[in-house]
């Protein structure tokens, strides 16, 4: 019997050796670029986005979003819609920071009872972004298990963003308050575009 | 005409199998300390990537432990590939902590251990203890380190046993107030070595 040898050619099409279907727990989905854009959605379904019960966790991260109008603070929303898309869906969340400004003037930690959300929509990822050329925002947000139609969807999100001249490092976190399956999520400048930046989409097996 | 069944040993020629999904959490390098003055991640070196390659960077801290008792474990970067590390960096610092004796708990910001666009080392705050069980533990994030844009952020946590039997759950953030790429990355204690403990370095790929 001669002995059948397989090499890379032969198994070019493959997409799963047996039970193995991804090389580790951390998978990319999808990443969106923001060039004065006024939204970036992740819809499952849509342009490659997986946003359903393949995972328990996606986590976003945010890459030097930089906003076209000075202040504009960084919206988030979830939709549990599958079709309409209205990205509507109620929020309870908390925010607080630490701030310290470039010139050691003042620096503080603080509950931001202003920016937190009481069962509305539109969270409030951050504090007003400058639009200064180096400004920007970077960090990340966690979504758990958006797929379950029995819990409230909790996400936590941990992002530092230079305002002019003061480094904030703002956390938020909270919860869709609907046991309906979130089917998207989508991000936001309260006014004006998003200039610039990378949203990435992780699933986590 | 036969069917032919393929095994484990078949594929064992198999180096890539480009249509299933890579893990998005690349392990670039891991340092073991073992009394080391300094670990330094410096692009170009030694395997390290710190670059473009990829748009974040995850630090794992794993059971940092200070060979001198009550000292801070720190880092800063470096724009000209470990020549010097003294980038200006503007911080944030605040922790929660809690006694092993339940006698008090806090959380504060730490007004003593941020920075206002100084040089200098960035703490992970207070002071760990260097009996034997005693270490830090933690992760940090960089943000787009060769950006010729913008500043470059990070953020951590770190939770590590005090000197004084204190669980502190210690946040810093913050950004390298420069345009200039971040090229390589250095850590350290405020004073003796480092006596063991490991940092790893992960790439997160963007595609």
Do not use: W
């Not at chain 2, 970067?77 to 929660?96: E, I, P, Q």
């Not at chain 2, 946590?157 to 669980?167: A, G, L, P, T």
């Amino acid at each position: 019997m001669s002995i059948v040898k397989l090499n890379n050619q032969g198994v070019k099409n493959a997409t799963a050796f047996g039970s193995i279907s991804s090389l580790g727990s951390m998978v990319f989905i999808k990443k969106l670029t923001a060039s004065s854009s006024a939204t970036l959605s992740f819809v499952d379904g849509a342009n490659g986005v997986v946003l359903d019960d393949t995972y328990k966790e996606y986590l976003f991260t945010f890459n030097n979003i930089h906003p076209a109008t000075s202040g504009a603070y960084l919206y988030f929303n979830g939709t549990d819609d599958d079709s309409s898309h209205s990205f509507d869906v109620v929020q309870t969340t908390t925010h607080f920071r630490a701030y310290n400004f470039e010139d050691d003037s003042a620096r503080i930690l603080q509950y931001l009872s202003s920016f937190d959300t009481a069962q509305g929509t539109d969270s409030r990822i951050s504090s007003g972004l400058h639009n200064d050329n180096d400004s920007s925002l970077s960090g990340y947000l966690t979504l758990f298990n958006p797929s379950s139609t029995t819990f409230v969807k909790h996400f936590i999100s941990n992002t530092n963003y230079e305002q002019g001249a003061v480094s904030i490092n703002s956390k938020f976190a909270g919860y869709f308050n609907t046991t309906a399956d979130i089917t998207g999520v989508q991000f936001k400048m309260s006014s004006g575009n998003m200039d610039a930046g990378d949203i990435c989409l992780y699933g986590i097996a | 005409m036969a069917l032919v069944k393929y095994n484990n040993n078949s594929i064992s020629a198999v180096t890539s199998a480009p249509l299933i999904p890579l893990g998005a959490l690349t392990h670039i390098k891991t340092l073991t300390a073992s009394s080391s003055s300094t670990l330094s991640f410096v692009h170009g070196s030694n395997g390290v990537v710190l670059d473009n390659t990829y748009p974040i960077y995850k630090f794992e801290f794993i059971n940092i432990h200070p060979a001198t008792n009550s000292v801070l474990f720190q880092f800063n970067l470096s724009t000209d590939s470990g020549s010097n590390y003294n980038v200006a960096k503007t911080t944030t610092a605040f922790a929660a902590q809690h006694k092993e004796d339940d006698s008090s708990t806090a959380l504060s910001y730490d007004t003593g251990e941020d920075l206002a666009n100084g040089t200098g080392f960035q703490s992970f705050l207070s002071n760990i203890g260097n009996l034997d069980n005693e270490s830090a533990s933690g992760e940090m994030f960089l943000y787009s380190p060769s950006s010729t844009t913008f500043v470059k952020h990070f953020t951590s946590r770190v939770n590590h046993h005090h000197s004084e039997d204190i669980s502190v759950d210690c946040y810093i953030a913050g950004y390298g107030n420069t345009t200039s790429a971040i090229n390589a990355v250095q850590f350290k204690m405020s004073s003796g070595n480092i006596d063991s403990g490991k940092i790893k370095l992960y790439g997160i790929k963007d595609s």
